[in-house]
Structures are given as C-alpha cells and as structure tokens.
C-alpha cells in the first residue's frame, strides 16, 4: 500500500484524508502515546542521559528499555511514513487538472501539517 502511495496511484481526496490526515494524525498519537510511557519510566530525562547516566546495565530497567526501543521504532517509521506521503501527496497532484490552485493549496496544507507533526516530536 505504501508503494502504491509513493507513485501517486491513489485519488488526491484519498491521499490527503485517508493516509495525509488521518494516517499522520494515528501514527502521531501512537508515538505520544510511547512517548508519555517513557517520560514516566525515565523520569521525565532525556533518552541519551539516561542511558549515559542513570541506567544500570547490571540492574536494567526492563520497560525502560521497551519503551525505548517502540519510541524509537514508532519514531522512525513516523517519519518514513510522512516523507511517503509529502512524496504521494505531490505526485497526485501533478495528476490532479481540475484546479491549479487547489493542486497548490493541498500541497502546501500537507506540507504544513506535515511539519507541525514532525516539530511536536521534538
């Protein structure tokens, strides 16, 4: 589906909605969503100062470790996921001739809200 997604193949209402606005907005909440479990499991500290810092390898904090590693996960493939639909949000509307300024219009909306989301990470 996601290589159905990169060259454009879905209808521009489809893309921006079902995988732009909604798609992004779940795989943001599930990364908050480990995000706010590892916040609470590390005390609110940096992931690299933990680790460096206050993590014990003899006595290591299973979920701590868990968490981690879905934050980083979910994370990543967050972020494969909104290049694939900045890419197939683009290549729709090249196929898009009804209006040059709606063509226009949503590549710029999905650029911003791509952006918001990608910055609310940091």
């Given amino acids: 589906m996601l290589k159905k997604l990169l060259s454009g193949e879905f209808s521009l209402g489809e893309t921006f909605w079902k995988f732009g ?34 993590f014990n390898p003899v006595k290591p904090d299973v979920l701590a470790i868990l968490w981690t590693l879905c934050y980083l996960f979910i994370t990543g ?20 001739d009804r209006s040059a300024l709606l063509k226009q219009l949503m590549r710029l909306i999905m650029f911003a809200f791509l952006a918001v989301n990608v910055v609310s990470i940091f």
């Fill in 21 to 54: 606005i909604l798609g992004v907005s779940f795989f943001r909440a599930v990364s908050y969503v480990f995000e706010k479990l590892l916040d609470k499991r590390i005390m609110n500290r940096r992931i690299v100062d933990y680790y460096f810092h206050f």
């Fill in 77 to 96: 493939f967050f972020f494969y996921y909104c290049i694939a639909v900045w890419l197939g949000t683009w290549r729709t509307t090249a196929q898009f």
